[in-house]
């Protein structure tokens, strides 16, 4: 091999490290199955590869398959070389690699084996002495940077997943929330209205320098003066009768009566009906 030929290599070579070093800022907010795919375009354009299939599977045990050429099913010769690397478990696996083994296609496995996913991914390709050394090692480089990055978008995945989850949560506990308001407001405030009448005296006075009556006294020496009896006033007031009672005792105390029709006068010489 002429010294040109080398220094060729040697810039093929470089080149082909330098793609492969950009990977991960190529596949920053990709999700998995792009990425896997893309790590497939990737060996088919540096390893010259006739087929290809890549499988990656999570902590969890998710799958995630991807191969090529496209098909309902994984070519043939990668299919059983899947078989293979099963029984053998560890290490790069070529096909055709042995002692008298005829393989009319090179193939090639490197399984998966990192503390968050596993896996395996098998290329093909017919041309012989495939894979060189450097094509092992820009095997290795390529699907360890695609191992890392399809972990990376898988928990990218999980986190939005539950902040998702987490912001419909908050988002009902909010809208139970506010149905309930809505049905408790009125209650409320009629409550507010009867605590705050119940329990505030006002500085209002009968007219004429008359002795100063709360509004619930002036309520009920009105309707006292228009004939409704002790229960009747307790309705309309949504007091109970011995409220009304201590009302009407308070009321001819200030006023200076002691029975109904004089605090019906009372209540006409004062305009207060």
Partial sequence: MGADSLEADARGWAGDVSALLALPALWVDREPREIANGLLSVLFGVLRLDSAFARF??????????????????????????????????????????????????????????????????????????????????????????????????????????????????????????????????????????IHDAGLPDTTAVRDGSPALTDREAEVLRLLAQGLSNKEIAAVLWLSDRTVERHITSMYRKIGVARRSEATAFALRHGVV
């Fill in 57 to 194: 599977v999570d902590a969890g045990g998710d799958a995630l398959e991807v191969w090529r050429p496209a098909g309902s099913r994984p070519p043939r010769e990668l299919a059983r070389m899947l078989q293979r690397v099963a029984a053998r478990g560890a290490g790069i696996v070529v096909a055709g690699s042995e002692p008298g083994e005829v393989a009319s296609r090179r193939v090639v496995a490197l399984p998966v084996a990192l503390p968050w996913e596993s896996g395996v991914v098998v290329v093909s390709a017919s041309r012989p002495g495939f894979p060189t050394a450097d094509e092992r090692q820009l095997l290795r480089a390529a699907v360890g940077q695609a191992a890392i990055a399809i972990h990376a978008a898988q928990r990218l995945e999980q986190e939005a997943a539950a902040r998702r989850a987490a912001e419909d949560a908050l988002l009902h506990l909010q809208e139970l929330l506010r149905s309930l308001a809505d049905q408790v407001a009125p209650e409320l405030a009629a409550l507010a209205r009867t």
